[in-house]
């Protein structure tokens, strides 16, 4: 089980670092030593994100109401923000509250943290400090507190910034989410995100993020600078009509503003163009329902089946999508069209 856990996280640093895959995997498994074996051992991590003001390859990790930073030369772990003590309080460091902390997302230059924090700190063990300094942010999922939380890596101050903590519907899993501005907005059970990559993306780099959560039919898209939560509603899925969902189960965007995402239930690989609301199978053979049998085996895009595919991350540099497929113990490469960028 932990082994499956780390091969579904790997891709992370290959993203963050353009570094070889085997040193990802060895790193996976200093971050497992240090932390499964410590104080998480009854807690799996849920989520992993770099440091972005480092280069030691540091990193954060989401689990047990709380965010920790592991140091990438040391392997010290320190938290940063929670504590073992479940539930919802905005506030600095340790007296910060989470309700399931799942996954993260970094940045170097967070365009709605304050300017005037400090640019870092001696202590080389710390968060947001050395290998080059700067301010910096990390964004949270938290899905049992249907919100989308900021830590500041300087002053480890924890803001909301969407969601309102609220699970509206019971009947169905995740509740019900309502766009629109903090304080109205509403995400129900947030587990996956990304940054919007575009190109054209109105804010610049980093200021809007990609939001889903599994049971979802939709995408979000949360815009840091307003605040403002959208909907993105698709069209086109031509899945079995007997299933209504599509189970989200990790996603990416490429500089064309794309959106790629792997779906566990019916084992594809799709694209979303979120200007239009259409989506496409670009990978995968065949529609299967969730008890069906299967097996992994490379081939052509739309010949290939998945078992359960789960993190997906795109590198820039290759035109192409790692995917781990979670059950099959493999990470898979899907080279892209052009198009997709």
Request: with cysteine; hydrophobic share 35%; glycine share 10%.
């Given at each position: ?326 059950s099959g113990a493999a990470i898979r490469r899907l080279q892209l069209s052009d198009s997709l960028f």
């Amino acid at each position: 089980m932990r082994e499956q856990f780390w091969c579904c996280h790997v891709d992370v640093v290959l993203r963050c670092c353009g570094v070889a895959m085997l040193w990802c995997c060895a790193m996976r498994r200093a971050v497992r030593h240090a932390v499964v074996g410590g104080d998480y051992e009854s807690t799996p991590p849920q989520g992993l994100c770099i440091d972005p003001t480092r280069d030691d390859g540091s990193c954060f990790i989401s689990g047990e109401s709380r965010i920790v930073h592991v140091n990438g030369t040391s392997r010290a772990t320190t938290t940063i923000a929670g504590s073992k003590t479940s539930g919802f309080a905005d506030a600095v460091g340790e007296l910060a509250l989470f309700s399931g902390p799942h996954e993260l997302c970094s940045t170097k230059h967070a365009k709605d943290i304050d300017s005037t924090a400090a640019a870092g700190s001696t202590n080389s063990n710390q968060a947001g400090s050395g290998g080059g300094g700067g301010a910096g942010a990390v964004y949270c999922a938290e899905f049992s507190g249907h919100r989308i939380r900021r830590i500041n890596l300087v002053t480890r101050a924890v803001h909301t910034v969407a969601g309102i903590g609220i699970e509206t519907d019971k009947s169905k899993v995740g509740g019900v989410d309502v766009d629109g501005a903090l304080g109205t907005n509403k995400v129900s059970s947030p587990e996956f995100m990304c940054w919007d990559r575009a190109r054209h993306c109105p804010g610049g780099p980093d200021s809007a993020l990609y939001i889903a959560s599994r049971n979802g039919k939709s995408l979000r898209r949360l815009d840091l600078l307003s605040g403002v939560v959208t909907t993105i509603h698709f069209k086109g899925i031509g899945i079995d009509s007997n299933d209504h969902r599509l189970y989200i189960a990790g996603l990416d965007s490429t500089p064309s503003g794309r959106v790629l995402f792997a779906c566990i239930n019916t084992r594809f690989i799709y694209s979303v163009d979120p200007e239009t609301n259409t989506i496409e199978a670009i990978a995968g053979s065949a529609y299967r329902s969730p008890d069906t049998p299967s097996s992994n085996h490379d081939g052509p895009a739309k010949a290939v089946s998945f078992v359960t595919p789960m993190c997906l991350v795109i590198v820039n540099s290759e035109c192409a999508a790692y995917i781990t497929d979670f059950s099959g113990a493999a990470i898979r490469r899907l080279q892209l069209s052009d198009s997709l960028f």
